[in-house]
């Protein structure tokens, strides 16, 4: 049980959530432009919240 001191200390799991946070930054990054055609199909995503704004402003006009 000794290593569960080593978490309840502050100076040890600041560092410690520095590395995981900043490997699941990574793996993220790494995940997204991993691969050129994930990419591009995730970049047409980009304009998705806006396409619902255009339908319904043409209905709007008739």
């Given at each position: 049980m000794?290593?569960?001191?080593?978490?309840?200390?502050?100076?040890?799991?600041?560092?410690?959530?520095?590395?995981i946070?900043?490997?699941?930054?990574?793996?993220?990054?790494?995940?997204?432009?991993?691969?050129k055609?994930?990419?591009?199909?995730?970049?047409?995503?980009?304009?998705m919240?806006?396409?619902?704004?255009?339908?319904?402003?043409?209905?709007?006009?008739?």
């Amino acid at each position: 049980m000794e290593w569960l001191n080593w978490f309840a200390s502050f100076e040890n799991t600041k560092p410690l959530a520095l590395v995981i946070l900043f490997v699941t930054f990574v793996l993220i990054v790494l995940y997204v432009y991993g691969s050129k055609k994930r990419g591009e199909r995730l970049e047409t995503y980009k304009y998705m919240p806006f396409m619902d704004d255009e339908s319904e402003s043409k209905e709007d006009r008739k």
